[in-house]
């Protein structure tokens, strides 16, 4: 007799989109811009380290907490970043990857009864988590400029939305899948909001060393009455070409640390030991290590417009991240998800409906692409999306 499923702790959720495009791509032959990850190595220096480290030995459990040395090398930097010192003791944790460091947080922070506002569009792991937590997702669409196809915090709607429940508010920039960014003024009139209610802030600031045109990002430390009530996550995945790896980490001042500690160490204690001593090897040979990505990337955002120019796509550039929105309002009036898939088997590129991240915002006429990708991936892409 065939065993009876188990009652879900989440009945509504199935396999994650980019698991769907990505197969679909290897299916069908396609250029995957789906799913965001690198199609480039990490630094040679830093690989070169991870086997170094590996054969001397350093293949036990590493802290807890994460190894002494990445953590100081941490502090230091958002220190000279940020103007704001983490205790590398007290107040940063290494983790597996930023999503586990979101995971924690969540876990450790909410009961239920509790909100959490969740920013449309979302990357796809936070509501399902306030979710295991107990506690309610509510959902508030980004203001979307239909002219400029650029997104911005409705403060309208947020403010109306939050209570005296709303224990944690979730942002996300350089935002991921749109690119808005967060400026001082922002911080200000989130931190007026924060205070208003007693909440708390979980800030996920993956792609903090991807930024164009000039800009800057904006961190949530930088702003000391935020920085009392927040947890900001950063991943090494992003700012290193190295996904795979799943090493990031979380800053947050110690009362909030101590209580993600104590969910990191019953999810997976601790994170790989030779990579993270190479790492913190990494980071002090070469403390500019990010200072030229930007660049980089903005190098590889401009080839990959370049190349759709006689297109029938409209677009603003990313302001940020390594993800590019194209709008298909003039190509067809279809679903972004029923499209998707179509355009995946022909033209054959595989992209990221917009709509999977929004429970809160409107229908769009707008695919996420990864640029992430060498320009011969770039240029094949473009050359058949110009096709449509």
Not at 316 to 328: C, G, K, M, N, V
Request: glycine share 4%; with cysteine; charged share 20%.
């Amino acid at each position: 007799m065939q065993l009876p499923a188990p009652k879900s702790r989440l009945p509504g959720v199935g396999t994650t989109i980019f698991t769907v495009m990505s197969d679909a791509a290897s299916a069908h032959g396609a250029v995957n811009l789906s799913q965001g990850f690198p199609e480039f190595d990490p630094p040679a220096e830093l690989r070169e380290l991870v086997t170094w480290h590996m054969a001397a030995s350093h293949n036990q459990y590493a802290p807890m907490a994460g190894l002494p040395d990445l953590r100081a090398l941490l502090s230091a930097r958002a220190a000279a970043s940020t103007g704001q010192q983490a205790d590398p003791d007290t107040e940063i944790t290494i983790t597996a990857g930023a999503t586990e460091a979101l995971f924690c947080a969540i876990q450790a922070l909410l009961h239920p009864g509790d909100e959490a506002v969740v920013l449309d569009p979302a990357y796809d792991s936070y509501a399902p988590v306030v979710t295991l937590a107990g506690a309610r997702p509510r959902h508030v669409a980004l203001a979307f400029d239909p002219e400029s196809l650029e997104f911005s915090i409705d403060w309208v709607q947020l403010g109306a939305v939050m209570n005296d429940a709303t224990r944690l508010v979730i942002v996300n920039f350089p935002h991921n899948p749109t690119g808005a960014l967060l400026d001082a003024d922002d911080l200000e009139r989130l931190a007026d909001l924060l205070e208003q209610y007693d909440s708390l802030l979980l800030s996920d600031e993956v792609y903090e060393h991807i930024v164009f045109d000039g800009r800057r990002h904006s961190s949530v430390m930088s702003n000391k009455r935020l920085w009392r009530r927040s947890l900001v996550v950063s991943s090494f995945g992003k700012s290193l070409h190295a996904t795979g790896w799943k090493i990031g980490y979380c800053m947050a001042p110690g009362v909030l640390s101590q209580e993600l500690r104590k969910i990191h160490q019953f999810t997976t204690f601790s994170v790989s030991t030779p990579m993270q001593h190479a790492l913190a090897e990494y980071l002090a040979r070469c403390p500019d290590f990010a200072d030229n990505l930007s660049r980089f990337y903005e190098n590889k955002r401009d080839h990959f417009l370049a190349a759709l120019e006689g297109s029938r796509f409209r677009f603003t550039p990313a302001r940020s991240t390594f993800f590019q929105l194209l709008d298909y309002s003039a190509l067809s009036s279809k679903k972004d998800t029923e499209l998707a898939l179509e355009w995946t088997r022909s033209p054959g590129v595989a992209s990221i409906p917009l709509s999977v991240f929004s429970e809160a915002a409107p229908a769009y006429r707008l695919l996420r692409f990864c640029f992430a990708k060498d320009k011969s991936t770039l240029v094949d892409a473009a050359h058949r999306l110009r096709a449509l």
